[in-house]
């Protein structure tokens, strides 16, 4: 079954604990993006991947890192969370070289900073 | 930059019709994309326009003015299960990012 898994699903941290939420997709897919979801600001981009070692900031990119070492992941990290990093995190992948392609997104991460 | 706007909520009664409508600004336009989304859940992909007209897809149709940067997302025969947000999302060419609005929220009622 085509899909992106992203782990945790749910994941209460501490402010400063440095935490990675694992995302990987199984269409190899070039294209892959994290999203953050927060009330009233809708998904906003945090960072991109066009290929494997490509990577580039999207909207809201500060307190973020990434890697795309392999095709298939692109894990997010969070050097030292703070509690404005409490949102639903979203990561998305997608081939856009192929056409009309629409991102397929993995079920999402609920973090909650304290 | 990119504009992505659209209003935030409506309610519509179990078998009506229903226009979401998403206007934007963007330099290199390269496809607008709808997406639903429930509660919590993860968006799905609805549609995708990149030339002017109608695109229609079962009881979902997204219709394209790139000269008024303006889609609309119709939703016929509503059903309960409807209820959701749609997200419309703009490509820009280059980078293939996608820019999305803040989303409508669809409340079906009986």
Known sequence: EAQVTQNPRYLITVTGKKLTVTCSQNMNHEYMSWYRQDPGLGLRQIYYSMNVEVTDKGDVPEGYK????????????????????????????SSPGQGASEAFFGQGTRLTVV | ??????????????????????TYQTSGFNGLFWYQQHAGEAPTFLSYNVLDGLEEKGRFSSFLSRSKGYSYLLLKELQMKDSASYLCAVMRYGNNRLAFGKGNQVVVIP
């Open chain 1, 66 to 93: 990434v890697s795309r070492k392999e095709k298939r992941n692109f894990p997010l990290i969070l050097e030292s969370p703070s509690p404005n990093q409490t949102s639903l995190y979203f990561c998305a992948s």
């Open chain 2, 1 to 22: 930059g990119q504009n992505i706007d659209q209003p935030t909520e409506m309610t519509a009664t179990e078998g009506a019709i229903v226009q979401i409508n998403c």
